[in-house]
């Protein structure tokens, strides 16, 4: 562009380019995400039952969402949720019943 000459894409082509690249990052995220997810599942499965502390990360008609500090990991609370709010802290002392 700077001899003045035309660039090899249009903007057309450009805008295509882009487009499909944003398509396959969004797709690359969405296996990223599911297989966290799985292999969460498989490392915490013998650790059903035990409290963890945690951070509220989203409420939504689905659920409350959290985020357990130790070990790392995300899901959705199972039992308590009601009247939580987004950056609420839960720690194993206030939850134990």
């Given at each position: 562009?700077?001899?003045?000459?035309?660039?090899?894409?249009?903007?057309?082509?450009?805008?295509?380019?882009?487009?499909?690249?944003?398509?396959?990052?969004?797709?690359?995220?969405?296996?990223?995400?599911?297989?966290?997810?799985?292999?969460?599942?498989?490392?915490?499965?013998?650790?059903?039952?035990?409290?963890?502390d945690?951070?509220?990360?989203?409420?939504?008609?689905?659920?409350?969402?959290?985020?357990?500090?130790?070990?790392?990991?995300?899901?959705?609370?199972v039992?308590?949720?009601?009247?939580?709010?987004v950056?609420?802290?839960?720690?194993?002392?206030?939850?134990?019943?």
């Amino acid at each position: 562009m700077l001899d003045g000459k035309p660039g090899p894409y249009s903007d057309s082509e450009l805008e295509d380019i882009a487009t499909n690249c944003t398509e396959k990052g969004d797709a690359a995220r969405k296996v990223e995400r599911e297989m966290t997810k799985r292999l969460s599942a498989m490392a915490m499965s013998h650790r059903v039952g035990e409290t963890f502390d945690a951070m509220v990360t989203g409420v939504t008609p689905k659920g409350t969402f959290v985020r357990v500090l130790q070990p790392h990991m995300e899901g959705l609370l199972v039992q308590g949720g009601q009247g939580l709010l987004v950056g609420d802290r839960l720690s194993r002392e206030t939850n134990a019943d």
